[in-house]
């Protein structure tokens, strides 16, 4: 068998680089780890989703590349997987700071509305 008949089998196990694409990957992953670690942290995590945005948009134009210079993409399908994880617990957590706000905003306005206990003593003949 012929070597270039190889080259252009649908299933080669040759390993191809690309240096702007294994870039945006590991950018892309370095991204995605600090959006996971930032997302467990008590307020700082609500604003770590928009580094996962990055991470994924890093990672979406790394992988497209990737697919159309037919090179490896194991890095940044890692790297597009941890960023969706970690922006999806970041996520959360900023759904969670809105409500607890929203329940607070709510509790203390019905609090301010409601008469008080001692209404009756403001009218004393």
């Known amino acids: 068998m ?3 008949e190889n080259s252009n089998a649908p299933f080669s196990f040759q390993k191809r680089e690309d240096t702007l694409v294994t870039t945006l990957g590991v950018i892309g992953l370095v ?3 600090l959006t996971f670690i930032l997302a467990f942290v008590p307020c700082v995590g609500a604003f770590a989703f928009y580094l996962g945005l990055l991470a994924m948009l890093l990672s979406g134009i790394g992988l497209y590349l990737a697919f159309q210079r037919k090179v ?3 890095l940044l399908i890692a790297a597009l997987i ?3 994880v970690g922006s999806f617990f970041s996520y959360l957590q ?3 700071i809105t409500s607890v706000n929203k329940i607070m ?3 203390r306005h019905i609090e301010r509305t409601l008469p008080s206990d001692d209404w009756d003593d403001d009218y004393d003949d």
Request: net charge negative; charged share 15%; proline share 0%.
């Open 105 to 107: 905003i709510d509790e």
């Open 72 to 74: 490896n993409k194991g």
């Open 31 to 33: 991204l995605a780890i």
């Open 94 to 96: 900023f759904a969670l």
């Open 2 to 4: 012929n070597t270039s």
């Open 82 to 84: 941890v960023s969706l």
